[in-house]
Structures are given as structure tokens and as C-alpha cells.
């Protein structure tokens, strides 16, 4: 450089400039490559010193990398891999897989699956026990676990977005449909959206109020010749009142008459007609009472006799709970008095209480337990009624009384809830359902439990149940068989008095079941040295 301040450009001087930069450039790139060399024989030197020589041959290896047939580095290499040859001696080989194996343990503890699955197999080169072969699989367990649950996740998501998508699609057209006044269609759309996702309030909303405007449109329309309309209405019932009586349909009749005085409350004839009727009804009653002349009775055509007879017989016998026998009578009561209601009615009580066996004893429990339950119901003893009534909605579980009663206690019930415990109460039970229909059985416990907590509750009381059921089904099954697996497993680890073993069980078989208090202080004596292992 100060030769070509001297003479700036000289060819010859730009040249030795340029090799002298050169070298300078060779010399640190091997002064670098000569410090790397160092370190890594340091650190191979290091691993052998620490005994640790499948380490300290991947130092030397490196080395050689750096520096190719290096004499140095290959005889460290040499004496390493003879070191590791040489330390298959038991306490050496045991160290190793102890660490290896405490490795994979440190990184499972983190989740680290993958990290831990390394380690586990390299322990298992060095020595294959049930332990390790017991945590690679349930290290390879928990991987796939993991993917198939982002898999599961991914799916979840996708059908969402697919749900989500149509129920955009319903909305926008049924609120197209709404604006331009087509309710008919509209409504069809948004019990469309209802269908596909249940939770949002809006179509719900969105559907009354189609249904109000509708009602309103009818209405109107009605009114506009309101007074033609009643005359029609009021001249056809009286007209089916008429035909009724004279084919003595004398129920049919009154029902009818009773319709044409509700539309014309002022008409005279109606009531007339109604109290004819039944002065009639009253008479064959009266008459039905006495055999004899229940038989012979001149007012009634031959086929209103036989009917009124099969009638008689078939509730004698159903006030007896002889089912059979009724429901006999009864189709033969429909032989003379085709389609009529009361007999189909009875006839449908007789299949229910034949399907669910129902005796004479049963029905007069029901009927004890309903009274029991009116009685603790007016008294106001909730707790007690809603047991009555639950108690007889079991023997006729088709009953709407019981059912009733029970939706009016919860009623009662969470009328006496402050504002904020009402409100939570909804909102667990609004989560509770929601999971239920996901079936999502242990977060809607969860929820059930937290708001039975608040109030009792016969819907709440009945899914906790029905969960139980499905929960305690074939799953149970398999957790009860695991669980005894397992424990069995440990206690005979226990006997070989291997701790390792019996650890492992006992704790799988706490994460099973874990409030089971055995494999808990098992594990405890294990820990405390109670067991001598």
C-alpha cells in the first residue's frame, strides 16, 4: 500500500496486494478452523474424562471434519471408541441408561413426547426392560394421542365453518324473504338456520314474530267480514249439532251446540238445545245405573245399546286393572260406535299400562303417591312433593300430571332464587343442555352440578341421571376392567419387588380412577419406604 502511494496503479504492486490480502484471508479462515479443531478434541477430552464416550466420539468425528486424518484426533477417536468398547462393564452400561432413561423422564414430565421417545429408545440399545418397553409405548400412545386429537380439532373446525356457512346461507335469504314480505317462505328458512345451529336466539326470535304478523293478517282478514263469518261458523255448528242428535251422538251434539253459543252468546236455541241434551244424557244414566233397564231401554236404537253395554263392562273392568278384559270391550264397543274417541282413548290406556305391567297394587301405589305429593304440595313441602310426584311418574311414566306438577315445583323453587342466582342457575342450565345435545357428558355434569347447586331441579335431576346411565355404560366397563389391570400389575411388582413397576401402574392406574385411595398409598408406602422394594 505504500508503494502505491509512490506510484498509484502499478500493476505489479496491485498484484502483491491482492496475494498478500489473499494469505491474510487463508491464515484466519485456519487459524478459525484450528480453534474449532481445539475445542472440539477439548470437549471429546472432556467426555472421555466424564466417561461419556458415545459423546466424546461425536467430538473427535466433528474434528476430523475439521482437520481430515489428523493423527491426533484419529488416535483420540481410536482410543474413545476403545474406551466405549472396553466400559460394557455393568455399572458403566447402568449409568448411561440411567441418565438416558432420566432424560426421556425429565422431558415426558414436560411433554416433550418426542424429545423423551428418543431418549427411551437409546436406554432401550443399552438395556431392554419392561420399563422402558412399558414408557416407549405409552410415549408412542401419547404422540398418537396428540395427533389425533389436532386431527379431531382440525375436523371439528371444518364441519363449524361448513355449519356456520349454512346457516349464513338460511339467514340471508330468509331475511331477503322477510323484507320483501314473504313470510310463508321466510319462516321456512329461518327454521332452516334453527336446524342447523340451535344456539342462536335470532331465527328463534325471527319465527314468533312471523308468527304474529301472520296471526295478525288472519286476524284482520277475518274481521273485515267478521259478522259473515260468525253467521257461517254459528249456522254450520248448529247444523252438525242437529245431525248429531239425531243419530244420538249425544256428546258430539252438546260439543257442537256449545261451539255455536260461543260464537253467539246471545242466541236463545243453544242453551235450549244443550239442556234438551243432557236431560236425555241424565235419563240414560240414570237408567244405565239398573240393569234391567239398562237392557230394555226403548230410547236407545239396538246399536247405542250394545255400545253403552261393551262401555259398562269395559270400564267395570278397568276400574278392576283387568286391561285385557277392558281393552276387549272397549274394540268391541267401536264395532257399534266406529271412530269414537273415548273408547280409542281407553283402549291406548289399556296398551300402556299391559306394555309396562301395571297391576291393581301399582296403580293404587300411584295413586297413594300422587295424593301424597298434592298433600306435601299444598303444604308446601317441595322437597317431599317432588319425591312423591318423581315416584309416580315412574309407575306411569306417560302421565302428564306428575310431570306437571314437577315443572310447577321448579317453578315455585326458583321463584324464591335471588335475581343473580336465577340468572346463574339459567346459564349453567343453558351450558348443561347445550353439551348434553354436543354430547359432551362430563362438561354438561359439570354444569348440571352447578346449577343443582342453586336450586333443585326435576329437568336438571333427570339428565344427571340419564348422563349417569349412558356415562356408566360399556365405559365404565372398560375402566373397571383397566383399572383392576393395572393395580393387579403393581401388586405383582410389588411381590417381584420392583418399584419402577409398580409405580408405573399404580400411577395409571390413579389417572383411571383418582379418588381410589389404594394405588394413592400404595404409591405412598412405595415413596416412604413402608415397602422394603
Excluded at 484471508?25 to 485456519?30: Q, S, T
Excluded at 335431576?461 to 383399572?483: F, H, Q, W
Excluded at 379418588?515 to 415397602?531: A, C, H, R
Amino acid at each position: 500500500k505504500s508503494a502505491l502511494n509512490i506510484k498509484p496503479n502499478d500493476s505489479v504492486a496491485l498484484v502483491r496486494l491482492a496475494n498478500a490480502e489473499k494469505q491474510l484471508a487463508l491464515a484466519g479462515d485456519k487459524a478459525k478452523q484450528e480453534a474449532e479443531f481445539n475445542r472440539l478434541i477439548a470437549a471429546g477430552d472432556a467426555n472421555v474424562g466424564q466417561s461419556k464416550y458415545s459423546e466424546a466420539i461425536l467430538n473427535f468425528k466433528s474434528a476430523l471434519g475439521v482437520k481430515p486424518n489428523d493423527s491426533i484426533a484419529m488416535a483420540k477417536l481410536a482410543e474413545a471408541e476403545r474406551q466405549l468398547a472396553l466400559a460394557g462393564d455393568k455399572a458403566k452400561q447402568e449409568a448411561e441408561f440411567n441418565r438416558l432413561f432420566a432424560t426421556g423422564d425429565a422431558n415426558f414430565g414436560l411433554s416433550e413426547y418426542a424429545e423423551a421417545l428418543t431418549f427411551y429408545k437409546s436406554a432401550s440399545k443399552l438395556k431392554s426392560n419392561e420399563i422402558v418397553v412399558a414408557k416407549i409405548a405409552e410415549t408412542e400412545r401419547l404422540l398418537q394421542f396428540a395427533e389425533a386429537e389436532r386431527a379431531r380439532r382440525e375436523s371439528e373446525n371444518q364441519s363449524l365453518a361448513i355449519k356456520q356457512q349454512k346457516y349464513k346461507v338460511a339467514i340471508d335469504k330468509a331475511n331477503q324473504l322477510f323484507n320483501a314480505k314473504n313470510f310463508p317462505e321466510s319462516r321456512q328458512f329461518y327454521q332452516q338456520a334453527l336446524s342447523v345451529d340451535p344456539v342462536p336466539v335470532y331465527p328463534a326470535e325471527r319465527i314468533r314474530e312471523i308468527d304474529k304478523i301472520v296471526a295478525q293478517i288472519q286476524s284482520d282478514a277475518l274481521a273485515n267480514d267478521q259478522e259473515t263469518a260468525k253467521g257461517r261458523l254459528y249456522n254450520d255448528a248448529m247444523s252438525r249439532g242437529g245431525t248429531y242428535f239425531t243419530e244420538k251422538l249425544y256428546s258430539d251434539a252438546i260439543s257442537a251446540y256449545k261451539e255455536a253459543q260461543k260464537i253467539k252468546p246471545d242466541e236463545i236455541l243453544p242453551p235450549q238445545k244443550i239442556k234438551e241434551i243432557q236431560f236425555i244424557i241424565d235419563g240414560l244414566a240414570a237408567k244405565a245405573l239398573e240393569d234391567q233397564k239398562f237392557a230394555t231401554d226403548k230410547n236407545l236404537n239396538s246399536n247405542e245399546k250394545f255400545y253403552l253395554d261393551k262401555i259398562k263392562i269395559a270400564d267395570e273392568s278397568f276400574k278392576k286393572s283387568q286391561w285385557s278384559v277392558a281393552r276387549f270391550y272397549y274394540i268391541e264397543a267401536l264395532k257399534f260406535k266406529q271412530a269414537d274417541n273415548y273408547s280409542l282413548d281407553k283402549v291406548d290406556a289399556c296398551d300402556k299400562m299391559i306394555d309396562s305391567g301395571i297391576t291393581d297394587e301399582k296403580m293404587q301405589d300411584y295413586k297413594n303417591r300422587i295424593l301424597r305429593a298434592d298433600a306435601e304440595m299444598k303444604a308446601k313441602n317441595y322437597s317431599s312433593a317432588r319425591f312423591y310426584y318423581r315416584s309416580a311418574s315412574d309407575i306411569l311414566k306417560w302421565e302428564a300430571y306428575p310431570k306437571d306438577q314437577l315443572k310447577e315445583i321448579d317453578r315455585l323453587v326458583a321463584e324464591k332464587l335471588n335475581e343473580s342466582d336465577q340468572k346463574l342457575f339459567a346459564e349453567n342450565q343453558s351450558k348443561a343442555d347445550e353439551a348434553f345435545n354436543r354430547q359432551e357428558y362430563p362438561v354438561a355434569r359439570f354444569y348440571y352440578n352447578k346449577a343443582i347447586e342453586l336450586s333443585q331441579s326435576d329437568h336438571v335431576a333427570s339428565r344427571l341421571k340419564e348422563i349417569e346411565s349412558i356415562v356408566n355404560g360399556s365405559e365404565a366397563k372398560k375402566i373397571e376392567a383397566s383399572y383392576a389391570d393395572f393395580i393387579k400389575k403393581g401388586d405383582e411388582a410389588v411381590k417381584q419387588k420392583n418399584s419402577s413397576i409398580a409405580r408405573f401402574y399404580y400411577q395409571k392406574a390413579m389417572a383411571l380412577k383418582p379418588n381410589e385411595s389404594y394405588p394413592k398409598e400404595e404409591l405412598q408406602k412405595i415413596d416412604s419406604g413402608v415397602i422394603n422394594l
